[in-house]
Nanobody, 126 residues
């Protein structure tokens, strides 16, 4: 099991940037694929990005490709989501999650993730 705590959310104007962080507990962080998901009010949770345990592979939703970058620091047990050129439609609660598998596009499905953080709110104003 790994425990996850997100931070870095907030209010930003359209076109701005935010960097989310997700701190993980445990000594096996590098063995987990880490994903970011988001959920807007009244909508289903949707995949944003995922990164393999070594950080050598990353996978993005089409809606964020070219604007968001996922990265990780295994020495610090932390995964990041750099969000640039934010749009009002990016407004959501953002969650990080962990899974032991890395298979594209399977890692875009929330059902393969067994560990979730509590979420951090991102609000983009127009």
């Amino acid at each position: 099991q790994v425990q996850l705590v997100e931070s870095g959310g907030g209010l930003v104007q359209a076109g701005g940037s935010l960097r989310l962080s997700c701190a993980a507990s445990g000594r096996t962080f590098s063995s987990y694929t880490m994903g970011w998901f988001r959920q807007a009010p009244g909508k289903e949770r949707e995949f944003v990005a995922a990164i393999s345990g070594t950080g050598g592979s990353a996978y993005y939703a089409d809606s964020v490709k070219g604007r968001f970058t996922i990265s990780r620091d295994n020495a610090e047990n932390t995964v990041y989501l750099q969000m640039n050129s934010l749009k009002p439609e990016d407004t959501a609660v953002y969650y990080c999650a962990a899974t032991p598998v890395y298979i594209e596009p399977v890692i875009s499905s929330a059902v393969v993730y067994g560990n979730w953080g509590q979420g951090t709110q991102v609000t983009v104003s127009s």
